[in-house]
């Protein structure tokens, strides 16, 4: 057999005799196209037999009717224009009403130009120059120590030159003391020797 839309849906409609309906079931067992069609309108018979059934309506309106035509508020409702300009409305009768009921504000005080100019300066020494003082204090003692660094490295520069002067010095008054006593031995052998007189 093969595939037949009408014979599926005759089957699940109850249309078929019972041989022709084994063979289309026999069918649908071989034939997966079939059955997931078969599955599909059983699921949608299923749907539609759940849903309530309801009347059909008893009169029916035509167009022309007054059913149809759309209430004052309806119309208005649904117009843009006239619902912006509304809106306009609403909103300018509410500014002018605004405008009348408001309080008047009291006018403040027009604040002198040199007494905040006086306040302010006074503000900004009050905090600047405790912040001054302290910058300068630690500049001053950051010099001071840089200062005591420099002199104490100077010192020991010093110390140390003096000390390998002293060494120099007395290497020299050694060598001093050798090469005298070379040239009074060297006199005393050309003495000997009648060299000098």
């Avoid at 020299?172 to 003391?177: D, G, P, Q």
Wanted: proline content about 5%.
């Amino acid at each position: 057999m093969s595939c037949s839309p009408d014979a599926i849906k005759d089957l699940l409609f109850g249309a078929l005799e019972a041989a022709e309906a084994s063979r289309v079931k026999e069918h649908m067992q071989q034939c997966a196209g079939c059955r997931e069609e078969f599955d599909r309108l059983q699921f949608t018979q299923t749907a539609l037999h759940a849903l309530r059934d309801e009347e059909p309506p008893r009169r029916i309106a035509f167009v022309s009717d007054r059913v149809f035509e759309p209430r004052w508020w309806q119309r208005l409702w649904h117009s843009g224009p006239q619902l912006g300009f509304a809106s306009a409305a609403l909103l300018a009768a509410a500014i002018t009403i605004h405008a009348f009921v408001r309080p008047v504000p009291e006018v403040a005080a027009v604040p002198d130009p040199a007494a905040i100019e006086a306040r302010i300066m006074a503000e900004v020494s009050r905090r600047i120059e405790p912040a001054v003082r302290a910058a300068v204090a630690e500049a001053e003692a950051r010099q001071k120590e840089k200062a005591d660094e420099i002199l104490a490295a100077a010192r020991r520069e010093f110390q140390a030159q003096r000390e390998a002067d002293r060494l120099m010095l007395s290497t020299l008054a050694e060598e001093f003391t050798l090469l005298q006593k070379r040239y009074n031995v060297l006199q005393l052998a050309s003495a000997d020797l009648g060299v000098l007189r």
